[in-house]
């Protein structure tokens, strides 16, 4: 456990940071979202590259790995969709506020969990998340879209516009490349390997300063069971349900930790921007990303000392 706090505690820390400078107005709004937007789209592909080219995966369970997850997001999914006549009737969640619920119960935060992956386990961690990458992020979107087309006021956007998406999408780019990369063997001139690894150590940092600046400390004045349910379901059940499966599938090691990791870290932030875009209650879901991403200080290195 506290190999797990100790990798936590300087995650936290440039959290922390990043909160801070958004707070005290150094960087305003326009200009985070542009640091958002380097992040996003040219430093984490950066390590996501240079880490799948250098890995051997013939010595990595990926098969097994994968099936965990797909099957632990399927049943959280059903649990969360099982549970929605129940909180309306019970605690009058409308329906557009359980889009935030089922979006905070399912997606995952691949800034902090990629840092807390390449501070734990290194080069194998990081290939391991670009498994993960893959296996989760095409299932979660299609999922979210549909949850927020059925229960949300806004437009869903169509299918070829989700696989176009999904095919632009930095990471799922960028792990297509590392494996192309590994498999062929051909790799990029030592100049641009180390380019590479410049850019991807930056990347950590800049990727856990925008979760920091998107922090609503405000939002937590609002508590109420629609929070509750979301954050129970992500940071509890999902690394439990993922824990068995795990065991269910054989699976071990680091690649037990990646699993149990990517399913207790706190929900993503494009799960705000997708409420918005779609008609889901944006609020809520601010509410939600903010408490997760404060209690997973206590709940993630549980999780990976009792279940990783």
């Known amino acids: ?54 890995v051997d995966f013939g010595a990595l369970p990926y098969l097994s790995l994968g099936a ?24 009058d969640v409308t329906p557009k506020r359980f889009t935030s619920i089922f979006q905070g119960a399912v997606r995952w935060n691949t800034f902090v969990a990629l840092a807390m992956a390449d501070r734990l386990w290194g080069v194998e961690g990081v290939a391991l998340i670009a498994v993960a990458i893959v296996a989760m992020i095409p299932l979660l979107n299609v999922l979210s879209v549909l949850v927020l087309a059925r229960y949300a006021e806004g437009t869903a956007p169509t299918a070829s516009k989700m696989l176009q998406d999904l095919a632009r999408n930095p990471f799922i780019l960028s792990t297509a490349i590392g494996l192309a990369f590994n498999i062929t063997g051909v790799m990029p001139p030592i100049q641009v390997m180390t380019a590479l690894e410049m850019m991807g150590r930056a990347a950590l940092s800049a990727g856990l300063l925008v979760v920091g600046a998107s922090l609503d400390l405000g939002a937590l004045r609002r508590p109420g069971p ?52 779609m008609g889901g209650d944006a609020k809520l879901m601010a509410e939600i990303l903010t408490f997760q991403t404060i209690l997973a200080v206590v709940t993630l290195p549980i999780a990976l000392w009792l279940l990783g």
């Open 1 to 54: 456990m506290m190999l797990a706090i100790d990798a936590l505690i300087p995650v936290l820390l440039v959290i922390a940071t990043g909160h801070f400078v958004a707070r005290m107005g150094f960087v305003d709004g326009d200009q985070w979202r542009g640091f958002e937007k380097l992040a996003y789209y040219v430093l984490f592909p950066c390590i996501i590259i240079r880490n799948i080219a250098l």
């Open 68 to 91: 965990t997850l797909i099957f632990s997001i399927l049943t959280m999914a059903a649990i969360a969709l099982a549970l929605r006549p129940v909180l309306q009737r019970v605690f």
């Open 226 to 277: 629609a929070l509750a349910t979301s954050t129970l379901l992500k940071l509890l059940c999902m690394p439990l349900l993922t824990a068995g499966f795990a065991w269910l599938l054989g699976l071990t090691g680091t690649a037990q930790g990646i699993a149990i990791l990517v399913t207790a870290v706190p929900s993503a932030t494009g799960a705000y921007l997708l409420a918005r875009q």
